[in-house]
């Protein structure tokens, strides 16, 4: 949920308090697993890449968002 007064607040939808942000993360996503990983070794991590998400928790309930980083200008 975003603090109207100052959007660059998160808080949490559950506990209503706010929010710890813990930097920006990158999770990978594409590629393939298992055997295929096992076979193709490096070949088949091609359509891997990396994604960035500012990642935010609730220190009281454990809630966790992930947000898309905003494009810098």
């Known amino acids: 949920m975003v603090n109207w007064m100052n959007p660059d607040v998160r808080t949490?939808?559950?506990?209503n308090i706010r929010m710890r942000f813990m930097g920006?993360?990158?999770f990978r996503v594409g590629g393939t697993?298992?055997?295929?990983?096992l076979i193709f070794s490096e070949l088949a991590e091609l359509g891997e890449q990396l994604v960035p998400f500012e990642v935010y928790v609730c220190p009281q309930c454990r809630h966790v968002e992930f947000l898309?980083?905003?494009k810098s200008e």
């Open 12 to 15: 949490c939808p559950r506990c």
């Open 24 to 26: 920006v993360e990158k």
């Open 33 to 37: 697993s298992g055997g295929w990983k």
């Open 68 to 70: 898309v980083p905003k």
